[in-house]
């Protein structure tokens, strides 16, 4: 479970050999999960708003590339 980034209220994570398509996980603080695209950035599972993973989403938006090479290096 490679902790990609930390934020202040949330955790960036990708996981190996998780299915498709290519996301991340974000982990609040509070214990809240969400599955968001690596392409759109567009939550996917999870109960939580955008504006509240905004630190994470933003970072994840500059660093789309990386996120989607080490998605697939997990892969194998």
Do not use: K
């Not at 998780?18 to 939550?43: C, K, M, Q, S, Y």
């Not at 509240?52 to 989607?68: D, P, S, V």
């Amino acid at each position: 479970m490679p902790v990609i980034a930390r934020f202040a209220s949330c955790q960036l994570r990708l996981y190996p050999n998780d299915h498709p398509p290519p996301h991340f996980h974000v982990l609040l603080n509070d214990g809240r999960e969400a599955w968001v695209t690596i392409e759109e950035l567009r939550i996917v599972h999870g109960n939580v708003f955008p504006r509240e993973i905004a630190e994470a989403l933003n970072w994840a938006q500059q660093h789309r590339g990386e996120l989607a090479t080490r998605f697939e290096e997990l892969q194998t």
